[in-house]
């Protein structure tokens, strides 16, 4: 009989890593070449790595979101509105025409969120990431995470009930500062 290699833990993270890098970049070979990116750099760092078996997913996210930071940094992403029913692992389709314009209505308006608001989203709603989790692979406490969580959920709320984007929507000044208020 043949040797069978035992499967690395990080290949049954694969499929939930191309899933979140496909939302977040909404292109699938720039979903690829991320995911790609990520498992380079966890298997160079597979040595020194602290934390359970538990912990993995959340470091493995952590990566991912983190490379996906850097290159949009590098080279600032431009918006592309492709539904999220392309991105392939996504919703199977029914074949209805009001569940694809549901579909569109939900990522049109995810596609308005901050950034930070929608990866949150897509962690804790979509991978089911626990709120510790999550704000491990953001690098932010568990009150921002609980905090942004709420907005988003409030926002892509209103934006789905048919509520027209407001170009501040109370938390963004003009130019795309936030707002900053006096304390005394």
């Known amino acids: 009989m ?6 690395h833990p990080i290949e049954a993270e694969i499929p939930r ?5 496909l939302a ?3 292109e ?3 979903a690829d070449d991320l995911v790609q990116d990520c498992i380079a750099r966890a298997l160079a760092a597979w040595t020194t790595r602290r934390g359970d078996a538990d912990a993995l997913r959340p470091w493995l996210f952590a990566i991912l979101h983190n490379r996906w930071r850097s290159r949009q940094q590098r080279d600032w992403a431009r918006p592309d509105n492709r539904p999220l029913e392309d991105a392939g692992e996504g919703p199977s389709e029914s074949g209805g025409q009001w569940e694809k314009l549901e579909l569109r209505d939900l990522d049109a308006a995810l596609a308005l969120l901050p950034e930070e ?3 949150l989203l897509l ?3 979509v991978e089911g990431l626990s709120y510790e989790e999550a704000a491990r692979v953001q690098a932010v406490p ?12 409030d926002r892509l709320r209103r ?10 929507d109370g938390q963004w000044g003009e130019g795309g500062r936030p707002h900053l208020r006096r304390v005394k």
């Open 2 to 7: 043949l040797f069978r290699r035992q499967p």
């Open 17 to 21: 890593l191309r899933r979140f890098a």
């Open 24 to 26: 977040l970049t909404r």
């Open 28 to 30: 699938r070979d720039s």
């Open 117 to 119: 608001q929608r990866a």
């Open 123 to 125: 962690l804790v709603g």
């Open 142 to 153: 568990v009150g921002t995470v609980m905090s942004r969580l709420a907005r988003a959920r």
């Open 159 to 168: 934006l789905t009930d048919g509520e027209p984007p407001h170009k501040n």
